[in-house]
């Protein structure tokens, strides 16, 4: 490989949960990674904090609104010779960034495909926390990232063996599935299976579920992430993204990609081959680990923190889901399998049944009731374009607050 020794960050999302764990990889290795570029959405003092740790001269906050506030005053007194901006297209135009090398895209919701499409358009390494960009945009995300593949390979700064690296996962499942993956033929693969921990609600039935109030959703049994993704992983909402998702970065069906909750969260995904082998992942539930393989791609390096003790561990049992109670699943799955716009719809009424759950405005059991809704009332469109993308899901926003 011949790229420089130290990787220049673009950080969009930096004061999230996936943002605020990449900053920590960084402080380990400073001679190793730079931050030159930060964004966030709303928390304008965090990023003013984050900018002046880490000398950060190009910045930008999702919200226009905040343009006139006084924190915007600090942001732009902190870039100086760099640049402040607002709004959607300035998060963007963060990734065109001569002095960038890696973007790691860890927004939250649709916001990030139009990151995501820009980086690979401008040649930079993805590494991608975003569910969305594939779930929504994968027809469009995924033919730029091999022609990324293409240019480093020609250009030498790709590995020797394996992926080239244009698109890197954050995610504890389809970075288990990408190493699975390393030196064998995709064309052997006969299942991914997605494992799940089973959120907070594991076992109990949507009757025991109608009074589940938001602290509850939000003390999940084994993983540290963000509010909307923790709302996510109690409904098995996340793990139907993350099924779409598999099926777009490893070039699957729907039906190839299978989930099995795993509870104890040890084995974070495996690759069934066609002569029945199964290669797993292992690792401790730490989001810290697929992000500093994705830094750093194809090389390893040290990461401080707990190992896997496998005489306390004891067992590692699984479990069939169930589709039944956790309906969000099984709609992921008619999403993906019927594709279109119908995977914008069930994501754009998920982001909005999630927001109103959190704001108090709806019940929990009303998330899935509110995607279902969604899905039955729209109408199709195959090969959507991006224009078509964006209607679907202004379409569904409108369809929810007429309804709830």
């Keep these: 490989?011949?790229?420089?020794?130290?990787?220049?960050?673009?950080?969009?999302?930096?004061t999230g949960s996936i943002g605020t764990q990449t900053l920590d990889v960084v402080r380990r290795h400073p001679d190793k990674l730079?931050?030159?570029?930060?964004?966030?959405?709303?928390?304008?003092?965090?990023?003013?904090?984050?900018?002046?740790?880490?000398?950060?001269?190009?910045?930008?906050?999702?919200?226009?609104?905040?343009?006139?506030?006084?924190?915007?005053?600090?942001?732009?007194?902190?870039?100086?010779?760099?640049?402040?901006?607002?709004?959607?297209?300035?998060?963007?135009d963060l990734v065109k960034l001569?002095?960038?090398?890696?973007?790691?895209?860890?927004?939250?919701?649709e916001a990030g495909m139009r990151a995501s499409y820009e980086t690979l358009a401008a040649g930079k390494v993805l590494a991608l926390a975003n569910k969305e960009s594939l779930v929504v945009g994968g027809d469009l995300i995924m033919p730029l990232a091999a022609k990324v593949d293409a240019q480093r390979r020609a250009a030498g700064v790709a590995p020797d063996h394996g992926p080239a690296g244009a698109l890197m996962p954050i995610d504890s499942e389809h970075g288990a599935i990408y190493q699975c993956l390393l030196g064998e033929d995709a064309r052997e693969v006969a299942r991914l299976w997605v494992t799940a921990s089973g959120g907070p609600f594991r076992k109990r039935t949507r009757e025991q579920m109608k009074d589940i109030q938001v602290e509850d959703a939000l003390k999940h049994p084994n993983w540290t992430m963000g509010r909307k993704i923790t709302i996510d992983s109690s409904t098995m909402v996340n793990k139907g993204l993350e099924v779409m998702e598999a099926r777009w970065l490893f070039g699957v069906t729907m039906e190839q990609v299978q989930v099995v909750v795993q509870p104890q969260s040890v084995i974070h995904s495996m690759v069934e081959f066609e002569d029945g082998a199964v290669i797993a992942q292992l690792g401790t539930p730490d989001m810290k680990l697929p992000i500093q393989y994705a830094l750093y791609y194809p090389q390893r390096k040290f990461l401080p923190g707990g190992r896997l003790d496998f005489a306390k561990l004891g067992q590692i049992t699984f479990e069939a889901p169930d589709f039944c109670n956790f309906h969000g699943l099984s709609l992921a799955y008619e999403a993906g399998k019927r594709g279109g716009t119908l995977p914008t719809v069930f994501n754009a009424a998920n982001e909005l049944a999630v927001k109103k759950f959190l704001d108090r405005k709806a019940g929990y059991l009303a998330i899935t009731d509110m995607i279902e809704a969604?899905?039955?009332?729209?109408?199709?469109?195959?090969?959507?374009?991006?224009?078509?993308?964006l209607s679907a899901e202004q379409e569904t926003y409108d369809f929810i607050e007429s309804r709830w």
């Design 374 to 389: 969604a899905m039955e009332q729209h109408r199709v469109v195959e090969n959507p374009s991006v224009d078509e993308i």
């Design 34 to 92: 730079e931050v030159v570029a930060l964004a966030c959405g709303t928390r304008g003092a965090e990023l003013v904090a984050q900018a002046r740790e880490f000398g950060v001269r190009w910045l930008a906050l999702g919200d226009e609104r905040l343009a006139s506030d006084a924190v915007a005053d600090e942001l732009r007194a902190v870039a100086q010779s760099g640049g402040m901006g607002f709004g959607p297209q300035a998060v963007a």
């Design 1 to 14: 490989m011949g790229e420089a020794s130290r990787r220049r960050i673009a950080v969009l999302g930096s």
């Design 98 to 109: 001569s002095d960038v090398d890696v973007v790691v895209n860890a927004l939250v919701g």
